[in-house]
Structure formats: C-alpha cells, structure tokens
C-alpha cells in the first residue's frame, strides 16, 4: 500500500500537466568542452545541483582564482539551507505527530457528496466524492520505505514511524485521528474517446493537511479497497508496482517534473491474486 501526497487536491486530476514544464526544464546536450553545471528545477525550496566540468578555458593561469570571502560566503550559503525544513520562530524544524495533523478537508466541506456510502459499484450522480473508509484485509502491516523529504514537507516527526501502531494508522486498519476518508469521483477520456465515469478505484483519500508554509497537501492511500469506482477490481496494489510508482515519483520530482509525492509504502500481511498474464497492477 502507497500513501500518496497530492496538490493540490482536483476532482479531476492528481499530477499536473507537463506543458507547465518550462524549456528551462529540459535537458540540453553539447559537446564535452562547453558543459556547464546546470540547475535542475525542483519544488521544494532545496537546491539541487547537477555539477559538470567548467567550460575549457585557454589556459590554467587566465582563470581567476577563488577568493576566501567567496569561499565564506559559499559555506554559509549552504549552512542556511533547511532542505525545504519548515522551522518555528526560535529557528528549531516543527516535527508534528500524526494525531496533530492540521486537517482542513475544503474538498469535502465546498464540494456536494454522494448520500450513500456503500462501496457497491455504480454510477455517481450529482456528487464530487463518496464517503469510505479503507477495507483493505490486514494481517501484519509493516513499514517498508519512506521519504525523508516528504516527512519534512508534511513537517511529520520522523519518530512517527518508529511507533508501534504507524503501520496500523497508515495501512488504514486503524482510523486516523480527524481524517475524512472518501474516493473522488471523475470522468475522463481514454485512447481518444469520452470514457465517462472513471473515480478512485483503489486510491482512498484521507483529508488535506496544511503546513506552516500554508502549503495544502492531500493525504491518500492507494491500495486501501474497494470503492464506488473499482468496478470489477478489488481495489488493492501488489508491492511491486507499488515500489516502482515510490521510486518514480520521488525520481520525476527530483528531476523538477510536478508529480504526486510518497511519502511511505507499507505491505499488509496478505497475498493479492492477479492474473499470470497481466503482471503490472
């Protein structure tokens, strides 16, 4: 199971489109002799830096030498860095334990919802979201991975993953204090053609959490159960393709592409059976 983070939160859509890419974004290729180090553009308020050789220069002795004022100024430059570390006025990072999430749930509050609360598969009509909650069987959840820099930007304590109960909170056995579980519900087009109703299938959304930046963040499992909108699925995700999403979205935000984000990946205990044939879900 994937807990995924989101913004911002559309009925519509969770990644955003990539012509936002800017031409600055894409990578260019030129001969050795004229490489420069260049800026890969990334979300956070971090700098992360490809460095590459210096453009080739005449001469060793016509290139200018470092002075130790520049030397200084470098290293307190990066001293000053927080990786995109929120931090309270006395200058210590805020770490938030999961029960003091700032929820704020606008989606659910401004947005009409199904009445009913089933997960039997049907059409949603006149309704943005169905209220669920996470049905997936679970055996002996374990933590598998997580983000360091997403625990920052949730401004989650780190410690939080080393509880007993965080594998039961976040695989959704067990409730999550004021979160508001439900699956979006939207229509799309696929291979060209109008497809209609689509909807979460197997992706569960806990609520929006708000960091001290006023950043909005969408908390969501994938692989939590059924829904609405699983059709004839079960609404689980197998760990392989789970960890090849993980390692993808930390990959495309890293590389300056507007992605979803991971912050963990758990297993449940259980077997998931899927087709020999059909090995990608």
């Known amino acids: 199971m994937l807990l995924r983070v989101c ?5 519509f ?6 012509h936002l890419l800017t ?7 030129s001969p050795s002799l004229r490489r420069e180090s260049r800026l890969i553009p990334s979300r956070s308020s971090s700098s992360f830096r490809r460095m590459e050789s210096p453009p080739a220069t005449a001469s060793s002795s016509s290139q200018t030498p470092v002075t130790a004022s520049e030397t ?4 307190k430059d990066l001293q000053n860095q927080n990786l995109g570390a929120s931090v309270d006025e006395g200058g210590a990072k805020i770490k938030r334990k999961l029960e003091v999430f700032n929820w704020d749930h606008s989606f659910v509050k401004e947005l009409p919802g199904d009445p009913r609360s089933d997960v039997t598969s049907r059409e949603v009509l006149h309704a943005c979201y169905s209220k669920v909650s996470p049905s ?13 820099s997403v ?6 304590d780190p410690k939080e993953f080393e509880r007993p109960d965080f594998p039961l909170l976040l695989s959704g056995a067990k409730p999550l204090p004021r979160a508001m579980p439900y699956a979006q519900c939207y229509g799309g087009h696929q291979f060209g053609m109008w497809a209609g109703q689509l909807g979460d299938g197997r992706a569960i959304t806990l609520g929006e959490v708000l960091n001290s930046k006023g950043e909005r963040w969408e908390l969501q499992l994938k692989g939590a159960g059924k829904t609405p909108y699983s059709r004839f699925a079960d609404g689980l995700a197998v760990l392989r393709s789970s960890i090849r999403e993980f390692l993808c979205s930390e990959a495309m935000h890293f ?4 992605t979803t984000r991971a912050l963990c990946l758990l297993t449940t205990g259980q077997d998931v059976t899927r087709d020999m044939f059909y090995e990608y879900v």
């Open 7 to 11: 913004s911002p939160p559309s009925p």
């Open 13 to 18: 859509f969770y990644l955003r489109p990539l």
């Open 23 to 29: 031409s600055s974004s894409k990578l260019q290729f």
């Open 72 to 75: 200084d100024s470098l290293a």
């Open 136 to 148: 997936v069987p679970v055996d002996d959840p374990q933590l598998v991975a997580w983000s360091d």
């Open 151 to 156: 625990t920052e930007l949730l401004e989650l």
């Open 255 to 258: 590389l300056g592409i507007p």
